[in-house]
């Protein structure tokens, strides 16, 4: 007489719960980090504007000294304050867009670094629960599906970290620079240095923007993974059959 072993039952009620919120969580994650990276680039374009015309050969930085609160004709650079309403003005100091910038990206790092954790450790966890359902021969087939799921997930959350990373050494460059009236014009007047550290901050920035919009694409192309999954466990009784 041959023994056979049961096989263990099968969570469906848990694999429900997750295949239906955790795919509608993920949608959510395949259009914000755009929004994110949007941000991101237009701070970049700010930098890079401020450093372009800061490079110029032909600027001949002013003493200063006009009325307060006016203009710094030698400072201000339209694009800049378009994008991001950086003003530079007489008898100031840093404006206070920069500083709400350099805020923001410390912001935005912050909660990349947490979601990125957090995401880690969860998919640390969905790896291990996958491998408790190779011996569910109905899942078989779409085993590499819900595989393929968690890894997208899993690189989502290095990229997020990474850019995080990013995000947070480019505002460390930018605290390098005196962005007041009186210490722009000393540097443009000598080494010239403050538009190569805004295009170094500025770099970080694209980098890590490129990053957020990665990231969507992997979710977005778990989704038709997500949809096959759902449907097979929705088939799925309590004994895996």
């Known amino acids: 007489m041959t023994e056979t072993t049961a096989r263990p039952p099968v969570p469906v009620a848990a694999l ?27 701070a970049s374009r700010t930098l890079k504007a401020l450093a372009d015309r800061w490079s110029r050969t032909d600027l001949r930085p002013a003493a200063g000294g006009g009325p307060a609160y006016t203009g710094c004709e030698d400072l201000n650079d339209p694009t800049a304050i378009e994008t991001s309403g950086v003003l530079f003005m007489e008898g100031t100091t840093e404006p206070a867009e920069l500083t ?115 990231s969507t694409t992997l979710t977005r192309d778990s989704e038709p993974a997500w949809r096959q999954w759902q449907a097979r466990v929705d088939t799925l009784d309590s004994h895996g059959g």
């Open 16 to 42: 429900r719960n997750l295949a239906h919120f955790h795919r509608e969580h993920e949608k959510f994650y395949a259009i914000e980090p755009l929004r994110r990276a949007e941000a991101v680039l237009r």
């Open 100 to 214: 709400q910038l350099k805020h923001d990206l410390r912001s935005q790092a912050m909660s990349g670094e947490q979601t990125g954790a957090w995401l880690k450790d969860a998919m640390t966890a969905s790896w291990d629960s996958a491998g408790a359902l190779l011996r569910v021969s109905p899942l078989a087939e779409l085993l590499g599906e819900r595989h393929r799921i968690i890894a997208n997930n899993w690189l989502a959350a290095d990229m997020s970290r990474l850019s995080a990373a990013l995000l947070n050494r480019a505002a460390d460059i930018l605290e390098a620079v005196d962005f007041t009236p009186g210490g722009l014009r000393t540097d443009l007047a000598g080494p010239r240095v403050t538009p190569g550290y805004l295009y170094s901050a500025a770099l970080l920035l694209d980098r890590s923007a490129d990053l957020s919009v990665t």
